[in-house]
């Protein structure tokens, strides 16, 4: 849980996330990965380079257009490290949502879209690898732009 934990501070940086709840269930060689998503703010409706999502910033600097969030999920035993956890690569669970077009006040419900359902749930048999890291990451998609 402490990778776990280290993961998602770094994860934070990059997006505010008030709360995501993890359960880690095991049950004799199976075990269960769930992940609740309770909500997502981008207030400054800006990149991680900050650039503007959509559009220039007005006169004074504030971008002003919100982002089309799409979410990108991944599970990965803790076997992998830090360069090792790439979310185009996950093994074990990778999910990407709907589009959450203009939206960068996100309150997410039981349907995330594309058919991935809230919480993310990742059961798995076998032996627990003694811990587990979970990365997600906000893209801003531009529909209207493909």
Not at 42 to 52: F, M, R, Y
Request: charged share 20%; glycine share 8%.
């Amino acid at each position: 849980i402490s990778r776990v934990n280290t993961l998602l501070q770094m994860m934070l940086r990059y997006m505010e996330i008030s709360s995501i709840v993890l359960l880690l269930g095991c049950v004799g060689a199976d075990y269960t990965f769930e992940a609740r998503l309770e909500s997502y703010r981008n207030p400054a409706h800006a990149l991680q380079t900050g650039d503007c999502c959509d559009g220039d910033p007005n006169t004074m600097g504030v971008c002003t257009g919100s982002c089309d969030n799409i979410f990108t999920f991944c599970v990965q035993e803790s076997s992998a490290t830090g360069s090792n956890l790439a979310l185009p690569f996950c093994p074990f669970l990778r999910r990407v949502s709907g589009v959450f077009q203009d939206n960068d006040d996100i309150n997410f419900d039981v349907d995330l879209g594309n058919g991935v359902s809230n919480p993310l749930i990742f059961n798995r048999s076998g032996t627990w690898p003694g811990g587990v890291w979970f990365a997600a990451r906000s893209r801003d998609s531009d529909p209207d732009l493909l």
